[in-house]
């Protein structure tokens, strides 16, 4: 079994040659530039993972795992013009670079690559592979309107805010892992477990970053924290304050968001912690975590053959950056 660092960099050396070709250039540059921005590339390093748990390694599960990450990346373009943002991982969006036009466009063809590499794939399981990523591909899309939606909401519940979460984020890491599996001859037991194990790890993920973004420390953050309170970003720290603090504690609350006082963040973060909001997502990211372990726990192989997802898992969700 391989270990996630060295399955990403066998990955590397097949994504990071050219994805398109060189003519027109003003369609297909902007999109070269923006993959080599760069990122962790943890969901098609999933996908082989997913793959590696059952077989070796097939050709087949490259393809897939490029698939996914252009698919990735295409929501992430689209994103920074919805969000109109300036920069992704401190360059320049391809919209803010070049203009929305472009960049909608260098989208739509990074998607349509995206669907090129899984057809491409030579193997019985094409039409499960094609629904599974279907599905997942329109709950993405599910997931960000939810998520604009809120930003229109005054108030949003927890259970609304983690289905959007499940729908934007978890979903996309449970489908990576399970197309490998597929891929892998999994059963279909096992495919299920290996799905859920996903689900619940990108959700403890997401509260772990809702946490940092607040409570983390700058120096190993690598940025300023507090840009969601900064922003009146509804994340599981703000929404569970919100439906647990006392009259005062939510009058408090409810005019730091409506105002930009100098010191928002730290007057937030003195509510949160005044609300034990700290230690709560502690429990509900450990709770997210356990789940997901015992869904790993479930899958029908050996326990030896597990441990570079328990290790990853364990990585993504305890890291303090």
């Known amino acids: 079994m391989n270990s996630f660092e060295h399955l990403s960099q066998q990955f590397a050396k097949t994504f990071n040659q050219p994805q398109f070709p060189a003519t027109p250039a003003t369609l297909y540059q902007p999109n070269e530039y923006f993959l080599q921005i760069g990122g962790k590339r943890v969901r098609p390093v999933l996908c082989l993972m997913g793959n590696e748990l059952f077989d070796d390694l097939k050709p087949e599960a490259y393809e897939i795992a490029t698939a ?3 698919f990735h990346n295409f929501t992430l373009i689209h994103d920074d013009i919805m969000d109109n943002a300036p920069l992704r991982r401190g360059m320049q969006t391809i919209h803010t670079k070049y203009d929305n036009s472009t960049a909608i466009l260098c989208g739509d063809v990074m998607l349509v690559r995206a669907y090129e590499h899984l ?4 193997s019985p399981y094409l039409t499960q592979l094609l629904h599974l990523f279907n599905t997942t591909a329109r709950q993405v899309c599910e997931g960000q309107q939810m998520d ?4 229109k909401q005054d108030n949003v519940s927890q259970d609304d805010y983690l289905k959007m979460i499940e729908l934007k984020t978890s979903v996309l890491i449970a489908a990576s892992l399970k197309l490998g599996a597929i891929i892998g001859g999994a059963s279909q037991r096992n495919q299920d477990n290996i799905y859920q194990f996903g689900l619940n790890l990108g959700l403890a993920f997401q509260v772990q970053d809702d946490y940092l ?11 300023q924290v507090g840009g969601d309170i900064l922003a009146n970003k509804k994340t599981f720290l703000l ?15 409810e005019e730091q968001l409506n105002n930009n006082y100098p010191n928002k963040v730290a007057k937030v973060l003195q509510l949160y912690r005044d ?5 709560w997502a502690l429990q509900l990211k450990n709770t ?5 372990f015992n869904y790993l726990e479930e899958i029908a192989v050996l326990s030896a053959r597990k441990q570079p997802l328990l290790q990853l898992a364990e990585y993504l969700v305890k890291r303090d950056v």
Do not use: R, W
């Open 68 to 70: 996914i990450e252009l």
């Open 119 to 122: 057809s491409s794939v030579q």
């Open 148 to 151: 604009m939606d809120f930003e």
């Open 213 to 223: 973004d607040a409570f983390g420390d700058p120096e190993k953050f690598g940025k």
């Open 239 to 253: 929404i569970h304050a919100l439906e647990t603090a006392n009259a005062e504690q939510k009058l408090q609350l």
């Open 275 to 279: 609300c034990k909001v700290d230690d």
């Open 288 to 292: 997210y975590l356990d789940k997901a």
